[in-house]
T-cell receptor
Framework: QQPVQSPQAVILREGEDAVINCSSS?????VHWYRQKHGEAPIFLMI?????EQKGHDKISASFNEKKQQSSLYLTASQLSYSGTYFC????????????????FGQGTILTVHP | NAGVMQNPRHLVRRRGQEARLRCSPM?????VYWYRQLPEEGLKFMVY????????ESGMPKERFSAEFPKEGPSILRIQQVVRGDSAAYFC???????????FGQGTRLTVV
């Protein structure tokens, strides 16, 4: 099953913050976040592993709540370059406690940052 | 360290022809994943390969589509007798181990006329 992302779209002014959520109904091994600009390849942002963790670099961070199978991506003090579509990709947890490998992606959240 | 390389970037085929899409993973990466993306939609998993083995092909259409990742050379996604509905962007991603971060190539945009 495809993870559900919310919101579907966000419009910001430079300097504002945003949160994008990703929710799955399946047990997860990991959550991967990507940003994709129109006509380009998805760019890897970060990976969060089961066990629940938080990560961040610069003004982009994320958390993974393993019990709820939910992840959130936090964008602070947004810049024009943050515009694009954000996808979460989830890797399922197999019976052996490891990853199935393949990623199932959400439908995407379109982020637009205006000057 | 070069990233994931895909070629061609753009491919035009007439209905009924064959399309061959190539993907060279990042150096040191032995896991390759193929995804398809329709315009304005998300990425749909097709197939997961590790050198010479197909690990998971649950997302591949049963007919006309095949994939391989030989011991030497790039991974190949092959589409036989293409139809208009095959028009899409096909992305390849690679990772060093299962469950680790996966990096995407620039994609091949297939147009069937």
């Amino acid at each position: 099953q495809q993870p559900v992302q919310s919101p579907q779209a966000v419009i910001l002014r430079e300097g504002e913050d945003a949160v994008i959520n990703c929710s799955s109904s399946k047990a997860l091994y990991s959550v991967h976040w990507y940003r994709q600009k129109h006509g380009e390849a998805p760019i890897f942002l970060m990976i969060l592993l089961k066990g629940g963790e938080q990560k961040g670099h610069d003004k982009i961070s994320a958390s993974f709540n393993e019990k709820k199978q939910q992840s959130s991506l936090y964008l602070t003090a947004s810049q024009l370059s943050y515009s694009g579509t954000y996808f979460c990709g989830t890797a399922g947890l197999n019976a052996g406690g490891t990853s199935y490998g393949k990623l199932t992606f959400g439908q995407g959240t379109i982020l637009t940052v205006h000057p | 360290n070069a990233g994931v390389m895909q070629n061609p970037r753009h491919l035009v085929r007439r209905r009924g022809q064959e399309a061959r899409l190539r993907c060279s993973p990042m150096k040191g990466h032995s896991h390759v994943y193929w995804y398809r993306q329709l315009p304005e939609e998300g990425l749909k998993f097709m197939v997961y390969l590790q050198k010479e083995n197909i690990i998971d092909e649950s997302g591949m259409p049963k007919e006309r589509f095949s994939a391989e990742f030989p011991k030497e050379g790039p991974s190949i996604l092959r589409i036989q007798q293409v139809v208009r509905g095959d028009s899409a962007a096909y992305f390849c991603a690679s990772s060093p181990m299962v469950g680790t971060e996966a990096f995407f190539g620039q994609g091949t945009r297939l147009t069937v006329v």
